[in-house]
């Protein structure tokens, strides 16, 4: 017992509290995954992963355009005159056309209703770095963020585990279908100060992991004045934005802001990925847009800890330029989207499971509280634990995302083949029809 | 309740307001003259050329050479294309097998294969700008400190200090014994520490050197392991450049090495940093390397790589490149030899010249942005540009000199020219100074490895 203490003082307290959240639940179920895996034809009892935001819908369109795209990489005999400056560029800028190129993207996804300025790009370790830049930049130790739950379980490590800012929860409730007002951050924030803590922002998933919902404008527009009432920041996380089922309809933040008179840019700030819309987590393409030149300058210097390779940059650069791609891309990418959405979406109505309309997103919040035992949050983890086990699914339970309500599951569906869909809305279909709830399967 | 009026320093934190990211530094002024000038041969031959940069840029035709022959190391080749799906959303933080594995085995190489590296204690940072910055937060409380050796890596001021709130705590080593790391300096620095009540969580040693490009004794290296043992606090190595040692000189002798003959060390306390950045020049991939021989240390190091993962279509590269045995023995090989004919050339024709500054439009960078403690010092880098180049530098440096030793001969002492805004004026006394530098550079036991050497400017 001295000995580890003695290890454990030789380390920080950063070191050795649990502040990198990996003792939530959320990541048991990965393990029962890891051990057994679904395949469609290898092992077809295995657990089928419900549980990873990925896009996996579109690569053969990516893969089509490297085919024809020589030039993009620096490893083909095309792009290879290319490598040296590209291996020795580690400007913190980074490429010109990489940024120029990601600013031009945004802009589409956006419909083209806003520009994006390549010179506010700033990259970042993925939105888990920028998410923890952002922070950085904008609150000391203690200082406070309104965060709307349910939120995205890893928010705990990314906004407060290195940087000891503090996370205020602005609870949403199935009575209203989950959806944010401006009275529930007006009340959070009232409290907040009455506990005597110093609240320095707000910070939104639009469109909303777990929920899939995107802010009506109405409330953003809302959201964006309040901000300014206050004096406090506002954090949009719009990484999902192009994953709407309608192409091009996200309304972001940056409309919204040129909407409100006497609103203060240097409060407004977006992060933003490549790892959702485009479905490429494993190149670490994380972005902080800021519209305050002295958070941009700040981030610039802290990207230094999490650049995005240029040999990815370089890639990028010419993916995300080639214009004709990129509008077919976010067009098939929303329809086959939309489709796998209403494809488990209908499924679930046939043997009247809830769940919250949604317009967006890579999941839709599932509604299972008639299955609980108890409205309590150990029901909802028991009855977890038998979807993981037993129906072999794994979703992710709604208390790892701070819901203030049991019995909500997060669903994911595009991370897998359309087998696989078919073969987990069946399991779900059997199981409410045969476990312990007590529905009916509709004629 | 009435808003707040803030200001723009109070909308934003203390550490976005503060200069603790280390730009003030004069090491950029000369970066900053560079970038308004470059030096090109043909369209800017009258601009700055870049010698504060170090880089490594003598083997780009051994990797390409080696693309062209592997096409299935990218996913964006015909060869490679049905591996992109799988790499693009690969994100676990353990990073891929192969690629752990390919760089322990590397490691291992560069040390000529005297010591083996475990793949699993492999930890993926965002370049070894973020190996400190992680090792800072993994070791230490905001206000701990760390005992580092002048003259150090400008960059140590922001990457083990900004967000973290470490301190970094001078170890003085002096030009009268080479910048020899003595234990008297340990022992001094340490206790200076304690009298001012700062808690000391580690050593950090950069070896080989940046910016004095030499290497550490054996008896060095095992006093320093000694020393952090006897005080419980933590080594960190910074081994980034330990393939550029030149074949001329004694073996490079890693920190890793040393324990393994020493059972009396507490394996908890050492950790080295790596990075592809200087040893393959490959700074733009942003491979940075935690390795850690504390299995905690690995642990929340691993969680941290979140925030910096190495890209997976890089990772996929690199693993390919570094499992083939025979093309990194070549590289090493011919990276060591290139390395050395280039610092034989420069070191030479230096010998018969002073140090130049910014009139020269040569950035080379202060000594005291190092945190030398003695003015007059500068480091030169050399290994960042063609052979033409060089030869340009060479002549301007030259050609500087000869008007220093002309204005000398005819009287006139030269006016201190400030070359920054700082106090730091460089000042040349009337003394033959070409005698003086040939006697430094033949006095130091340990001649400076290629990268960079530290030239005095004057005595």
């Not at chain 1, 067009?331 to 499924?347: D, I, N, V, W």
């Amino acid at each position: 017992m001295a000995v580890e203490n003695r290890k454990q003082q030789l380390l920080s307290r950063i070191a050795t509290n649990d502040g990198h959240g990996e003792n939530s639940p959320y990541f048991h179920g990965w393990d029962a995954y890891e051990k057994n895996r679904f395949h469609p034809t290898q092992n077809r009892n295995g657990v089928i992963q419900m549980g990873l935001a990925e896009n996996q819908l579109c690569f053969d369109l990516i893969e089509k355009w490297i085919k024809e795209n020589p030039k993009a990489s620096i490893c083909t005999p095309e792009g290879v005159n290319e490598f040296k400056e590209i291996a020795i560029f580690q400007d913190y800028h980074g490429l010109k056309a990489f940024r120029e190129a990601v600013a031009k993207f945004m802009g589409k996804v956006r419909g083209n209703r806003v520009t994006f300025d390549p010179n506010r790009i700033v990259m970042s370790g993925g939105a888990t770095g920028a998410n923890e830049t952002i922070m950085f930049c904008l609150a000391d130790p203690g200082d406070a963020f309104l965060v709307p739950s349910p939120y995205y379980p890893a928010f705990d490590r990314d906004l407060g585990w290195r940087t000891r800012a503090q996370i205020v929860p602005v609870n949403c409730s199935s009575s209203n279908d989950f959806q944010l007002t401006r009275a529930a951050v007006e009340e959070a924030y009232e409290k907040a100060l009455e506990s005597n803590i110093n609240v320095k922002g707000l910070l939104l998933t639009n469109p909303s992991n777990p929920l899939g919902t995107t802010l009506e404008r109405e409330t953003l527009k809302a959201l964006v004045t309040f901000v300014n009432e206050k004096n406090i920041h506002l954090v949009c996380d719009e990484i999902y934005s192009a994953t709407t089922f309608t192409p091009s309809r996200f309304v972001s933040v940056a409309e919204v802001m040129q909407e409100v008179e006497h609103c203060n840019p240097d409060l407004i700030h977006i992060i933003y990925s490549l790892s959702k819309d485009l479905g490429l987590p494993g190149f670490r393409v994380g972005i902080v847009y800021s519209y305050n030149d002295a958070v941009v300058s700040c981030a610039r210097k802290m990207s230094s800890f999490g650049l995005v390779s240029s040999q990815s940059q370089h890639f990028l650069a010419a993916l995300l330029s080639d214009e004709e791609f990129i509008d077919n891309f976010l067009s098939e990418s929303s329809k086959r989207l939309a489709k796998r959405y209403r494809f488990l979406t209908e499924g679930l109505k046939k043997v009247r499971v809830s769940y919250v309309e949604s317009d967006a997103g890579l999941f839709f919040w599932m509604d299972l509280r008639r299955l609980l035992m108890e409205q309590t949050f150990d029901a909802e983890l028991e009855l977890w634990r038998v979807i993981v086990d037993d129906v072999k699914l794994n979703v992710s339970p709604g208390y790892s995302f701070h819901v203030s309500e049991p019995g909500w599951f997060r669903v994911c569906f595009a991370n897998m083949d359309d087998e696989t869909v078919k073969v987990a809305l069946n399991r779900i279909q059997a199981f409410v029809q045969t476990g312990n709830g007590t529905t009916e399967a509709s004629p | 309740m009435v808003a707040q009026f803030r200001d723009q320093d109070q909308l934003l934190s203390k550490m976005a307001t503060g200069n603790g990211h280390g730009e003030d530094s004069p090491y950029f002024d000369g970066w900053k003259a560079y970038d308004k000038d470059p030096y090109h041969p043909t369209e800017r031959p009258n601009g700055v050329i870049q010698m504060g940069l170090a880089e490594n840029q003598l083997c780009f035709d051994l990797i390409q050479e080696w693309l062209m022959k592997n096409p299935e190391a990218s996913i964006c080749t015909p060869d490679g294309v049905e591996n992109f799906k799988d790499i693009a959303l690969f994100q676990d933080y353990h990073g891929l097998p192969e690629f752990r594995e390919a760089i322990a085995k590397f490691m291992g190489k560069v040390r000529g294969g005297r010591v083996k590296f475990n793949p699993d204690r492999i930890v993926m940072s965002g370049g070894a700008t973020g190996a400190h910055e992680t090792m800072a937060f993994c070791l230490a409380e905001p206000g701990d400190a760390f005992l580092v050796p002048t003259p150090y890596y400008a960059g140590f001021d922001r990457d083990l200090r900004w967000r973290t709130r470490v301190q970094l705590a001078p170890v003085v080593c002096e030009s009268c014994n080479n910048f020899k790391i003595t234990k008297s300096a340990l022992e001094a620095a340490y206790e200076n520490a304690k009298e001012a009540n700062i808690r000391v969580k580690g050593l950090l040693i950069t070896n080989p050197s940046n910016p004095l490009g030499n290497i550490l004794d054996r008896e060095t290296l095992k006093g320093i392991v000694s020393f952090i043992n006897e005080k419980n606090i933590h080594l960190v190595c910074d081994e980034i450049y330990a393939a550029t040692v030149s074949t001329n000189q004694p073996n490079f002798i890693s920190f890793s090495e040393v324990i393994e003959e020493d059972i009396e060390c507490n394996r908890d306390l050492i950790h080295i940093v790596y990075s592809l950045s200087k040893d393959m020049g490959f700074p733009g991939f942003r491979v940075g390397i935690v390795y850690s021989y504390n299995d905690a240390v690995v642990n929340c190091a691993r969680k941290m790589s979140s925030f910096g993962l190495v890209s997976t279509q890089t990772q996929h590269l690199i693993a390919s490149m570094l499992s083939d045995d025979e093309f990194v023995d070549r590289f090493i090989a011919k990276s060591k030899e290139r390395l050395e004919t280039r610092h034989k050339v420069f070191t030479q024709e230096l010998a018969r010249v002073e140090i130049s500054c910014f009139e020269v439009k040569l950035n080379v960078s202060p000594g005291s942005s190092f945190h030398c403690l003695e003015p007059g010092w500068f480091r030169v880098c050399f290994a960042n540009m063609d052979d033409n180049t060089m030869e340009v530098a060479l002549s301007r440096i030259k050609a500087f000199m000869h008007q220093i030793k002309d204005q000398n001969r005819e009287g006139k002492v030269l006016a201190k020219k400030p070359c920054r805004q700082s106090s730091l004026k460089l000042s040349l006394s009337r003394r033959r100074v070409d005698d003086f530098l040939m006697s430094q550079i033949s006095m130091s036991p340990h001649s400076p490895t290629p990268q960079s050497p530290l030239v005095p400017a004057r005595n």
